[in-house]
């Protein structure tokens, strides 16, 4: 089915190019407290994706820059380890306090380095401020099981503690905002940190640290830029790094836990999705497609919960994905700054933006329908239009790969174990929605998938009250929420023998 009377996208220029080059950073690393230099005279660019421009080069760390971050860490942790609580809320607090009123200088160099509409650039700060406040008054709440005697003439005492040092690496579609649902916690639980940015958005990072400097103690969040197989990888062998929390894709969180089972190091992964959509035949079409205009093209559908692949009833399959393609008609592609209802920038770098195409030259060869977009649009900067895929049979690999850009595709189902079984034969597991006005089946369905988090009515809505993360290929440990502080503590038994 193709809808006709729906223009060609088109991208939408901002008459004065956005530009951060007021509020850049400084582009070393940051250890102790302080930027210093890296130990290689290796740079890497940072390119705005709209202009295909660079916009900043910042050190190519090296396995030596990660070992002088860690003994930094290593040494700040003691004693931030040993502060109370409320001592660390106030930190936190004071971070979020510090990224509000430098508000706008984060959305510009967010927006820049991805490419993302302000609007979206504006979401993640607030998100990024929201998250730092949550775990600044969240630390101050934990209790554990109550001590007691379980052993005759015995009392039991159990102290939540640190785990130490913790590496974080970080992905590059919500950069400030995915950096921040570790700092957070992981501070919060009194550990300290190294922490290795996107090499492709290491800016707002940056501008963190630049910020906090001299504010917060020296040596508790260290930043190393550089790449994941130098930098990454040796966060993940460095022997007094206790855990290390990687956001990505699959096959770096397999590096990286593969590399940290040597040391017997603790692991967190947020990795992958390709969520499902699942409408039931009841379920009130328009809201059902209104959200996944929303959902699935959010960030130009670079995000790991995207509501990317759909499947409809085959009675509703027709009329559904005529609301959704007329929904997605209505979309703005643009550079940041071209006007405020733009909602699609582009993909975050060429190797992304030609993985893309070539899913989707993959799927036309197949013979797949596009009901719209389905091409790259013209240069410069890396924008595909928008696009939804229809009657897409059961199996196909634009439906069960993730493509992480925006594309959505349809199929449809008969019954509702065929949906589950479906839904649930992905490798991921992130998070699913459900759509239908029928309680029973928003209770059980839900039951029987198979994903971290599932919305009913609804999809890609979060807090940080809730966790998020993901099973299977998705990956384990959670984001946000109680569950994260208890990911980033140990729990330690003292048993007191007081002979009574
Ligand atoms: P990526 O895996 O390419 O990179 C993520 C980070 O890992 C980068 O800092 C990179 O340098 C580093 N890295 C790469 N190889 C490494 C290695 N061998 N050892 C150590 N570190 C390594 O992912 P990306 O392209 O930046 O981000 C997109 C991916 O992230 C998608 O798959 C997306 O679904 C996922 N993601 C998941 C969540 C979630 O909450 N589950 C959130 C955002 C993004």
């Not at 890396?382 to 992480?404: D, L, M, Q, R």
């Not at 994903?451 to 993360?469: I, K, R």
Request: hydrophobic share 40%; glycine share 10%.
């Amino acid at each position: 089915m193709t809808l006709t009377g729906i223009e060609r996208f088109t991208v939408r220029r901002s008459s004065t190019e956005q530009s951060c080059a007021g509020v850049l950073p400084p582009t070393g690393h940051f250890i102790g407290g302080a930027f210093v230099p890296g130990s290689s005279t290796q740079f890497i660019d940072v390119v705005d994706p709209t202009t295909e421009q660079v916009i900043a080069s910042v050190q190519a760390g090296t396995a030596a820059d990660v070992d002088v971050a860690v003994e930094a860490a290593v040494a700040a942790q003691k004693s931030w380890g040993a502060t109370t609580p409320k001592e660390r809320s106030e930190v936190l607090s004071l971070i979020a306090n510090i990224i509000e009123a430098n508000r706008e200088a984060f959305e510009i160099i967010e927006s820049t380095n991805t490419g993302k509409p302000r609007a979206v650039a504006e979401d993640d700060v607030s998100s990024t401020i929201d998250t730092f406040r949550f775990m600044a008054g969240a630390s101050r709440t934990l209790t554990s099981m109550a001590g007691g005697d379980y052993a005759t003439g015995h009392t039991s005492v159990i102290l939540r503690e640190p785990v130490g040092v913790v590496g974080v690496i970080t992905p590059w579609n919500y950069p400030l905002l995915m950096a921040a649902w570790k700092i957070a916690p992981i501070l919060a639980a009194g550990n300290s940190i190294v922490l290795k940015p996107s090499e492709q958005t290491p800016l707002s990072t940056l501008k963190l640290a630049e910020l906090v400097a001299g504010r917060i103690p020296d040596g508790i969040l260290n930043i190393v830029t550089g790449q994941g197989r130098t930098v990454g990888q040796r966060l993940a062998e460095h022997p007094e790094i206790a855990l290390v929390a990687l956001t990505g894709s699959v096959v770096s969180g397999q590096a990286v836990a593969e590399t940290a089972g040597r040391s017997v190091k603790r692991v967190h992964l947020e990795l992958g999705g390709k969520a499902p959509v699942v409408v039931f035949p009841d379920a009130d079409l328009r809201a059902a497609a209104a959200g996944v205009r929303n959902a699935g093209f959010w960030n130009a559908g670079q995000d790991c919960g995207a509501a990317c692949r759909v499947l409809v009833h085959e009675s509703v399959a027709e009329e559904f994905t005529e609301h959704l393609v007329r929904e997605v008609g209505t979309l703005v592609v643009g550079a940041p700054g071209a006007g405020d209802d733009v909602e699609i920038g582009p993909m975050i770098s060429r190797p992304h933006f030609e993985r893309v195409k070539e899913s989707l030259a993959e799927a036309k060869s197949a013979g797949l329908q596009v009901a719209i977009g389905g091409s790259a649009v013209d240069g410069p900067g890396y924008f595909i239009e928008p696009t939804v895929i229809s009657n897409v049979p059961a199996g196909a690999h634009i439906a069960t790969h993730e493509i992480f850009g925006p594309v959505v595709t349809v199929e449809s189902f008969s019954t509702t174990e065929e949906a589950i079984t479906r839904a649930n034969e992905s490798p991921y597991g992130l998070s699913a929605s459900v759509w239908t006005r029928d309680s029973g089946l928003s209770l059980s369905v839900p039951k029987q998938l198979d994903f971290g988090t599932v919305w009913v009515n609804s999809h890609l809505v979060l807090a940080c009250e809730v966790p998020w993360g993901g099973f299977k290929g998705s990956g384990y440990g959670r984001d946000l929420s109680l569950y994260a502080l208890d990911d980033y503590s140990r729990t330690k038994h003292v048993m007191i023998n007081h002979g009574a």
